[in-house]
Every structure is written in C-alpha cells, then in structure tokens.
C-alpha cells in the first residue's frame, strides 16, 4: 500500500518540485531537444501525473528518450526542473514494472550505469558494458558490435580502459545521496 493518497503527491515528494505552480506556458517543451521521439511533450508530463495518469506515463517511451539536459528547468518560469521529476519517474517505473515495455536498451543502459557509480562511485566502463551487452546482445547489430569491439582493443591497447575496477573515495557519501534520492524498494535488477 503505497504511503501516497495521489500520484501526484508521490511525485512531489520524490522530485522536490512543485507541479501546481506549473500553468502551462509551453516553454519546457518549446526548448526540449528530444520532444520530436516523446510520446508526450515535457509540459505534458505534468499534466499527466495531475491527472493521475500513472500507467500511462511510467510506460511510455518519454523518460527514457529524455536525456537530461535540463533545458526546461532553465525556461521555466516557475523553476520546475522537469529533468529532476523525470528521474523519480524512472526509478518509480522501475519499480513499477513497467520499463521494459518500451526502450529495453534505454533503461537497461540505466540500470548498468546506475549500478556502476553505486559500486564505485564512477562509471567503470568494463563492468559496465560486458552486462549492459549480455542483456541486450539480442538487440545489438553486428555491425555496432564488430565497431565496439574494435574501438574496445584500440583502447585497451592505449591502457585508456582500466581493467580492474577502483572505488573512489568517500563512495558512502555516493551511496547515501543514492538512498536519499532514489528510493528504489531493494536493488536494481
Ligand atoms: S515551462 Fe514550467 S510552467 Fe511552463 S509548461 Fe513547462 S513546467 Fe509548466
Ligand atoms: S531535460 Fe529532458 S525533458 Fe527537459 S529539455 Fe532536456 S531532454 Fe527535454
């Protein structure tokens, strides 16, 4: 049972913003770079969560092809940060279920990536491309695999990609800002 009367009030809480101040200027989606690929324009979003429109949201492609840019924030009269609201909606779609519907690589990109900085405090592209490739491979053309795989040796032979994994120092602090702002119920898949 969730600890939210509204969907709207979940968001609120996960995301710091305040929709009821949004009134529909338009601008976020005016200077959205990716609003072409949305299912639904940025201002739109809004809209959707006051009306409750759960399902709906969290299985559509548009917080995936977001790319966090952050351009509605800066236009918002209001300084909603649709990127920050994005984000929760991300973890919640997660948890809901309801990410791989749409944009498989998209959001297992994001697992992967998320899972990497959580365990050392930066991306380690190793760890994090052998899994992100193993749970898509089916997706991935042969022609983008040979390309990675060449630029992979050219890399490795330059000791640019570091074999053995490091964690940073202060990882904890990393952690805790995880735990504070994505509150996903238990690990990532
Ligand atoms: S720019 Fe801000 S106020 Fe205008 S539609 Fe977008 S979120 Fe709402
Ligand atoms: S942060 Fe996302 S929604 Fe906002 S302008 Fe950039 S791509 Fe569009």
Not at 37 to 47: E, L
Not at 89 to 107: D, F, N, P, R, T
Request: hydrophobic content about 40%; charged content about 30%; proline content about 3%.
């Amino acid at each position: 049972m969730s600890e939210y009367k509204t969907f709207s009030e979940e968001v609120e809480a996960r995301s710091g913003q305040k929709l009821k101040l949004c009134y529909q200027c338009l601008k976020c989606f005016v200077g959205c770079p990716m609003s072409d690929y949305m299912d639904y324009k940025p201002n739109a979003i809004i809209r959707m969560i006051q009306y409750g429109e759960k399902k709906k949201l969290l299985s559509s492609n548009v917080i995936w092809m977001c790319v966090s840019c952050m351009t509605c924030g800066v236009r918002c009269p209001n300084d909603i940060d649709i990127s920050v609201i994005i984000d929760a909606l991300k973890e919640m779609s997660i948890e809901e279920g309801l990410a791989y519907k749409k944009e498989k690589k998209i959001v297992v990109f994001h697992e992967e990536f998320v899972r990497s900085v959580k365990m050392w405090g930066r991306l380690h592209e190793m760890t994090f491309y052998i899994p992100f490739m193993a749970r898509t491979i089916i997706k991935v053309k042969a022609r983008d695999l040979v390309s990675t795989m060449r630029s992979a040796v050219l890399l490795l032979s330059r000791f640019k990609l570091p074999f053995i994994p490091k964690r940073i120092k202060g990882i904890e602090e990393i952690q805790k800002l995880y735990e504070k702002g994505y509150r996903t119920k238990g690990e990532l898949k």
